[in-house]
């Protein structure tokens, strides 16, 4: 049994979870990451999409190791192929390559003093009373004992952390993904994101066609509630019903789970917080986590370092982090899911009526949880009867 000591110990190295580390060994604590793969950012899981913001709150920059493609605007589609081309000002986006991106966001925690354990899995927490003091784990040749005054879970949706710690074991409602990267297109506008509703196609969900350059794209989809096949039978359909994908081949195939449902309920407890996939901290009408969850890393990181200091770590200290997190994201968080919860509603004749009176604006802050209600009020001003009645209960609500 091998033994460490530390203030702080991270378990997972995602975007979340490295974030969290750097903030924390800034702020002065001793931090320790565990790392179950022997590579982080292996395997991928994500579509790659994030904005030039996300980027940059990430603490690093677009350059062409991190990035694959520049995206300068979207496209979402309703069930009969009209679109909606959403384009801002203020906006810049990216596909990512996220292998590249979550090594440069550990490399930055390694180098603001937190050490790093990769082919470590954390098999759970360890509890004294009605405190988390640290976790156990193994690297395949031993089994190691991690003592430490907060414990932050950033290993993702099944997280280890979380369920043995007695919190929440799975979450209400989750989209399941599949994805594959295809080479050999010709993209005629590889700088556009497309977005694809419809219950033949995603049912419950959305597809996607994110390019990382002209020849090669990440498609994929998920499915929720609705569907009566796999995710991966669904997206086999897509890609054979699409001329453009024509001859394409097919270098990865992945795909994983998304938590829907909003942020869960405890994310904090004596010793111990949650952040990002762990603590279902996604805008769920899209399912993006990566800037959420390195925004809550960040705090995260630095209430705990912060707490440390101070020699208190109880869930009332630690709750300083959700605040924080719930002054801009949280609320994001809530009205997106109501956005979901909404959309349930509409049959795909709907939604083609919805595209023939909804603004770039529109689909911007609804996907965004952002302005939802004021939104809504202005869809409803000039909206058919039908439309009127499955959004006047969310602006009643």
Known sequence: MRFIECDVVVVGAGPAGSVAARAAAENGA?????????????????????????????????????????????????????????????????NLNRDAFDRALAENAVKAGAELLSSTRATSVVKDDDAITGVKASDGAENIRVKSKVVIGADGHVSIVRRTAGLSRWFPDVVTLAQFRLGGLSLEEPDVNDFLFGRNIAPGGYAWVFPKSQSVANVGLGVRRIHTAPPIDYLKRFVDSDPMFKGAKVLLVNGGICPVSGTLEKIVDNGLMLVGDAAGQLITMTGAGVHSGVAAGKIAGEVAAEAVKEGDVSSTRLSEYVNRFNEYWGKRIRDSRKVVEMLDRFSDDDLNTLATIITNDDVLNLANGTAVARTLTKIVARAPLKIIRLISDYIRG
């Open 30 to 94: 001793d931090v320790v990451i565990l790392e179950e793969h022997r590579d982080v950012g292996q395997p991928v899981h994500c579509a790659e999409g994030l904005s030039l913001n996300g980027i940059k709150d990430a603490g690093v920059e677009p350059v062409p190791a991190i990035v694959s493609q520049e995206i300068t605007r979207a496209r979402v589609y309703a069930p009969n192929r009209s679109f909606v081309e959403l384009t801002s000002t203020d906006w810049k986006g990216y």
